[in-house]
């Protein structure tokens, strides 16, 4: 194949700037994530959320510099429309995905600050419930509220919605 197709090729800068965008993505994850964790070391509740987060920000990073270099691209390249669309609906899965980890991460903290191996543990299995179940209710609001994300990014489901649920008076 000849270097000089390649270069004239119309998508060659913007995958060029694509493919920089992830690297440095993944290097800022990296470098950010062992920062974190050295820094949160003290603060197991932050820690765990830092711990519990590291894999989902690993691509949110990622599809955030796509997103960016997407969004920089020329109009007039082909598909790139739904190119963008497609890294959008991406980037609001990760994005939940990492609200959700939070929040995983959040309910470990505070379990582990909560030990139940002592004599009397009756208060702390008390908290771990707690913890439980509000932090299930909280992932299930974050991915349900993730999923309406989704889908509102086409069409059919905002003219649905609309339908479904007409505006008020007062919001006219």
């Given at each position: 194949m000849d270097i000089g197709i390649l270069i004239a090729h119309p998508w060659f800068g913007t995958w060029a700037a694509a493919l920089a965008g992830?690297?440095?993505?993944?290097?800022?994850?990296?470098?950010?994530?062992?920062?974190?964790?050295?820094?949160?070391r003290p603060a197991p509740v932050l820690h765990a959320i830092v711990a519990k987060s590291r894999a989902p920000a690993s691509v949110v990073l990622p599809l955030l510099a796509l997103q960016t270099v997407w969004q920089a691209a020329p109009d007039e390249l082909r598909w790139i429309?739904?190119?963008?669309?497609?890294?959008g609906l991406l980037m609001i899965a990760a994005t939940t995905w990492l609200v959700v980890r939070i929040i995983a991460g959040?309910?470990?903290?505070?379990?582990?600050?909560?030990p139940v191996d002592v004599v009397d543990?009756?208060?702390?299995r008390r908290i771990h419930t707690?913890?439980?179940?509000?932090?299930?209710?909280a992932m299930t609001l974050?991915?349900?509220?993730?999923?309406?994300m989704l889908l509102m990014t086409f069409?059919?489901?905002?003219?649905?919605?609309?339908a479904c649920w007409p505006r008020p008076a007062w919001s006219a």
């Open positions: 992830v690297v440095i993505a993944l290097i800022a994850h990296r470098l950010g994530g062992l920062l974190l964790m050295r820094l949160t429309d739904s190119v963008r669309h497609v890294n959040f309910a470990k903290g505070v379990m582990d600050r909560h543990n009756m208060g702390a707690q913890t439980r179940v509000l932090s299930r209710i974050a991915t349900i509220m993730g999923a309406a069409p059919g489901a905002r003219r649905w919605a609309r």
